[in-house]
């Protein structure tokens, strides 16, 4: 074994085990293998793009570098999103917004996908997206959780260059990375094991 993989193993085996606790279900949760089971036909982008999922019209592929993280930490993919799911109903004006409250991970509102030399895309990612006005309007005080783990809050910091948000309105999102094992855990928002390297599109500004 390389030093570089000895390093991602250790990498993942304590994220793991600072996690361990938390990859339970909570009541009426899926298992990460029934979420795994019930995604894995999307492994296939025409399958997504049968049940209603579309690309990120700006056809980026996001990296930690975006958004003003270490290019080590890797990064996410290109999206594909279901827009009934998340409540979306026209184009960005001036940010994406939406009124949906899915967070059910046996159907995710979002796809993520890595690049391939080929031309192909490789599912890496499930995640579930929503956005902070219409959670807090449904009468939530707290984010939503999946498995005990809370979704990360995305909002831009206008002090700053990038675009924490992603060209969103303020929202929380989860990824689950159950079809590429993450150094970093199966929660994080990166993932160093994932590449934008063969976009053909259009690499966020960062690139990676």
């Not at 309105?169 to 590449?195: C, I, K, S």
Request: proline share 8%; with cysteine.
């Amino acid at each position: 074994m390389t030093c570089k993989k000895k390093i991602l193993a250790a990498a993942a085996l304590l994220a793991t085990a600072g996690t361990a606790h938390a990859l339970q279900p909570g009541a009426g949760e899926p298992t990460l293998a029934e979420v795994r089971a019930a995604t894995a036909r999307f492994m296939d982008v025409e399958a997504a793009l049968a049940d209603g999922y579309v690309s990120d019209p700006s056809n980026h592929c996001e990296t930690a570098a975006s958004t003003g993280r270490p290019a080590a930490d890797g990064a996410m993919g290109i999206h594909f999103f279901r827009p009934d799911l998340l409540g979306i109903s026209g184009p960005p004006d001036p940010r994406v917004d939406g009124t949906g409250t899915h967070t059910d991970f046996l159907t995710p509102a979002v796809l993520i996908y890595e690049p391939q030399a080929d031309g192909s895309l490789d599912l890496v990612a499930v995640e579930n997206l929503v956005f902070k006005a219409a959670w807090e309007a449904a009468g939530n005080a707290e984010p939503p959780r999946f498995h005990g783990v809370p979704y990360d809050l995305m909002e831009d910091d206008p002090a700053t260059e990038v675009d924490e948000a992603h060209t969103f309105e303020p929202h929380y999102d989860l990824h689950v990375w159950l079809h590429r094992d993450n150094p970093g855990g199966m929660f994080a928002q990166f993932n160093p094991a994932v590449t934008c390297t063969d976009h053909s599109g259009g690499q966020d500004a960062h690139g990676n």
